[in-house]
C-alpha cells in the first residue's frame, strides 16, 4: 500500500484546509506555553505572528497586553476571516481598534485602549519584499507556532534548506537583540550552525521544553510523556 504523506509546506493543502476549518490550534493554546513566552516577551514589544493560520494567538496576546501584533499568512482567505472575527473580540475587552494600518506618520505611543493588531497577507519566505511589512518592522518578537515544522517538511534531501531560508528572512525582520521564539514539535532547530549568506545574523538560542496537556495529545495512561519544544533565539550582530 502507497502512503501518501501531507505536504505541509505546500500552499495548495492550507487554501484546502482553510476552505473547510474555522479555528485550530497547533500543539496548544497561549496558557500552556505562558511561562516561558512571557519570560521573553513583554507587552509593549511590537510582535510579528508568522503563519498565523485561524490560531487564537493573536487574540491571546491582547487579551494579556500586548497591543502591537502583525500575524501573517499567505492564504487570503484566513487573513478575511481573522480579520472580521477581530472587531467582535476587540469590543467584547473595551479595546479600540481600526483596521487600517499605522502609517509613518502616526504617533508610536497609542492609549492604554488602543490595539495595533493586523492580519496581513504575506509569503514568510519572502517577507522582507513586502512594503507592508517591511513598513512595520524592525519587531521586538518573532512568533512561530509550527510553522517552522512545516517548512522543513519541504526538500528531503536538503531538511536544513527552507530552515536558513526563513531565518535569514526573520533575521532581518527583527531588531537588534530581538527573538524569535518557535515553538515546535521537534528539539532538532540547529540555528547556530546553519550556513550563513551576507547579511545573515547569528543566533544565541536557549531552549526549552513543556509537557503536552494529556488532552491535547490524547494518549493513554502509562504512556511515555510527551514533550514541545521553544526554541528562544536572540539575534546577534555578526561579530557576537
Known amino acids: 500500500m502507497t502512503v501518501h504523506a501531507r505536504r505541509y509546506d505546500e500552499k495548495s493543502y492550507w487554501e484546502q484546509r ?9 500543539l496548544g493554546d497561549y496558557q500552556v506555553f505562558r511561562s516561558i513566552l512571557e519570560r521573553y516577551m513583554q507587552p509593549t514589544d511590537k510582535v510579528l505572528h508568522l503563519g498565523c493560520g485561524t490560531s487564537r494567538l493573536g487574540f491571546d496576546l491582547l ?4 497591543r502591537q501584533v502583525a500575524n501573517v499568512d499567505y492564504c487570503q482567505s484566513v487573513v478575511d476571516r481573522m480579520t472580521g472575527r477581530c472587531r467582535t473580540f476587540c ?3 473595551g479595546l479600540r481598534w481600526e483596521p487600517t494600518l499605522p502609517t509613518s506618520e502616526a504617533p508610536t505611543n497609542h492609549p492604554e485602549n488602543d490595539v495595533q493588531i ?3 497577507t504575506a509569503d514568510c519566505m519572502t517577507m522582507t519584499s513586502d512594503p507592508t511589512l517591511t513598513a512595520l518592522a524592525p519587531f521586538d518578537i518573532v512568533i512561530d507556532k509550527t510553522l517552522t515544522d512545516t517548512i522543513c517538511c519541504g526538500d528531503e534531501s536538503e531538511p536544513d534548506l527552507g ?7 526573520v533575521g532581518r525582520m527583527l531588531k537588534p537583540g530581538g527573538r524569535w521564539i518557535i515553538i515546535s514539535y521537534s528539539d532538532d532547530r540547529p540555528l547556530e550552525t546553519l550556513p550563513k549568506q551576507p547579511g545573515d545574523c547569528h543566533w544565541k538560542v536557549t531552549r ?3 509537557l503536552a496537556p494529556k488532552e491535547v495529545t ?3 495512561m502509562f504512556t511515555p510523556d510527551v514533550y514541545y519544544h521553544c526554541h528562544i533565539a536572540q539575534k546577534l550582530a555578526s561579530s557576537e
Open 18 to 26: 482553510f476552505e473547510k476549518e474555522s479555528q485550530f490550534e497547533w
Open 63 to 66: 487579551a494579556h497586553g500586548f
Open 91 to 93: 469590543d467584547q475587552l
Open 118 to 120: 493586523h492580519w496581513l
Open 163 to 169: 530552515l536558513r531560508a526563513l531565518a535569514g528572512q
Open 208 to 210: 526549552h521544553r513543556v
Open 218 to 220: 490524547d494518549r493513554p
